[in-house]
């Protein structure tokens, strides 16, 4: 029993061999990205397959929206997760716990902030964006009930980076299965038995999401080794709140651009119809699966990172490192030619729609190469993030997304219109994405030898 309880306790990533702690910690956060992925995928399956393609289109024409609204949450996570690896390995208690509850008090705030401005903003966005009449009325229900219930998603993602930053991926992993198998089970209750429509899928979501944020917030409280959470730790303190805005602000913004990109390129993609709207949503589910290592081991490599800053051991970073690119590149590279030989009977599960089968396929061969460059990107990004460097990851990420991206999609969707093709090729998404993502690749690896990292830990 002590040998199982051990298993969901936080960990010290400072000892020990180093492509063993990476791996170790990673591989719960692999498997919760498939779990991640599996709402999504829930969502579109049933979806797709008992309301139809049109409904499909909706919930992916609303995805850009919902990214770029939950900013916040993203910077306060990321904020959150750097400043508990550091202090978790500095091994300071009292600042640890000064900034966990301070982590909790802001994502009420935001969440507040999320359920007043979302409802508001949803369909004049929705009609900027040119959605299709067809589909912008079950595009606002989706959202509206999202943002209502935004609190669920903001604190479980906040709390499971809080464990994560405490070395604990395991349990983050364990209350994440839970909620996706609650989420399909309602997916297929309001859905299939009560024919809720789309407003079912946001609610199956928002339900499940709530239970593991609560049972995220049950683990904290009764952690009582590494840190002390009670009221007066929950109470607004400045200096932390200000040192979680500016490690995080790097990475909001970053998540925002991303998603102002998305939006962007969302217009361009919805100028091409239906069909590709619902290709696009197809692709970006099997792509979530593509993208679990690089995520995984990004995120690995920053908890991993902050705690040897915290612990001052840059030889086990620089380590740790060239250990965590390999293996992120070999795991990549085989679920990539996994995808490339399968990746059909995948997107047979979305649709019975052959067409759409063979146009996502398409799709999702241009991309290919592009994942195994993403895996360099997202463990350089992790280690310059976990050291409290956010802000290079964010300027390379503008340059990429608005600088690279949005020009190239626009371009070649000019550049190759014609009598069939009057809004250009659809093609042209997807290889501006593929440019995007190898140059990120360079640009990173070009910083990440400069070392200006190093300078960047928060320990004083």
Known sequence: MPKFKELFAPKDLTEGSPWKRIVEFAIPMLIGNIAQQLYNTADSVI????????????????????????????????????????????????????????????????????MIIGPIITRPLLTFLNTPNSIIDWCTDYLIIYFVGIAGLAYYNILAGVLRGLGDSLSALIFLLVSTALNIGLDILFIAKFNMGIPGVALATVIAQSISAILCVIKLINIKSSFTLNWEMLKLNKKYSSKLIKLGLPSGLTQAIFSLAMIIVQSLTNSFGEMVIAANVIIMRVDGFAMMPNFSFGNAMTTYTGQNVGAKKFDRVEKGTKDGIKIAVGVSTTITILILIFGKHLMGIFTNTKELVDLSMHMMRILALGYIAMAITQCLSGVMRGAGDTLTPMWISLLTTVVIRVPVAYGLAYLTRSENYPTGRPESIFISLLTSWVMGAIINIIFYKKGNWRKKAIID
């Open 47 to 114: 979806v797709g397959k008992y309301i139809g393609d049109n409904a499909l289109a909706a919930v992916g024409s609303a995805s850009p929206i919902l990214n770029l609204l939950l900013v916040l949450f993203v910077g306060i996570a990321v904020g959150a997760g750097i400043m508990v690896s550091q202090y978790f390995g500095a091994k300071d208690k009292e600042k640890l716990s000064r900034t966990i509850g301070t982590c909790i008090t802001l994502t009420a705030i935001s969440s507040v902030i999320i």
